[in-house]
């Protein structure tokens, strides 16, 4: 019986602990130059909300930079050696096309996809979207710790209690 009951505890203790929420982990996306051929590879991809858009390369014999046509992201004045990045917030989906100023002619352009996905909230974020103007910082208050303490006591006496029976 004392095993069931230290179990139940336990597992009680635990739950707040085994709401395994999945967290979406960002990647960074590569674009480097083809010199050679004046294009950007990859020159179209696909990436989400969240995720990094990185512009990499060097040692290049012509100057080139990436720049977003509606002027969303801009790598700077053309360069022979960039390393730029540009992340994509949480309301960015969409297709955004990029291309380099001094090769725009012949052909140096690409576009980014943008999948729209859930924002991930801390629970910090979460307490603030839910808790209204109304409400005082008290009420806001997490009563896990409370919560935990009270099991603990309980479990204390039920010991005690046991012994007392035994």
Same mark, same amino acid.
């Given at each position: 019986?004392?095993?069931?009951?230290?179990?139940?505890?336990?597992?009680? @203790?635990?739950?707040?602990? @085994?709401? @395994?929420?999945?967290?979406?982990?960002?990647?960074?996306?590569?674009?480097?130059?083809?010199?050679?051929?004046?294009?950007?590879?990859?020159?179209?991809?696909?990436?989400?909300?969240?995720?990094?858009?990185?512009?990499?390369?060097?040692?290049?014999?012509?100057?080139?930079?990436?720049?977003?046509?509606?002027?969303?992201?801009?790598?700077?004045?053309?360069?022979?050696?960039?390393?730029?990045?540009?992340?994509?917030?949480?309301?960015?989906?969409?297709?955004?096309?990029?291309?380099?100023?001094?090769?725009?002619?012949?052909?140096?352009?690409?576009?980014?996809?943008?999948?729209?996905?859930?924002?991930?909230?801390?629970?910090?974020?979460?307490?603030?979207?839910?808790?209204?103007?109304?409400?005082?910082?008290?009420?806001?208050?997490?009563?896990?710790?409370?919560?935990?303490?009270?099991?603990?006591?309980?479990?204390?006496?039920?010991?005690?209690?046991?012994?007392?029976?035994?």
């Amino acid at each position: 019986m004392r095993r069931l009951l230290c179990l139940a505890i336990i597992l009680c @203790l635990l739950q707040g602990n @085994l709401g @395994l929420e999945t967290e979406q982990e960002t990647e960074t996306h590569v674009v480097t130059v083809d010199s050679t051929n004046l294009r950007f590879t990859p020159s179209t991809l696909t990436i989400n909300e969240g995720d990094t858009l990185r512009f990499v390369w060097g040692g290049q014999a012509l100057p080139h930079n990436s720049v977003e046509e509606n002027g969303v992201f801009d790598s700077g004045d053309p360069e022979r050696a960039v390393d730029y990045g540009h992340v994509f917030d949480y309301d960015s989906a969409g297709t955004y096309n990029f291309f380099c100023e001094p090769h725009e002619s012949v052909g140096m352009l690409g576009s980014v996809t943008v999948l729209d996905v859930e924002a991930p909230m801390d629970d910090q974020q979460n307490n603030s979207a839910n808790m209204s103007s109304g409400q005082s910082m008290e009420a806001a208050m997490n009563w896990e710790p409370v919560y935990a303490v009270g099991l603990i006591i309980l479990f204390s006496a039920a010991t005690w209690r046991a012994r007392i029976y035994d």
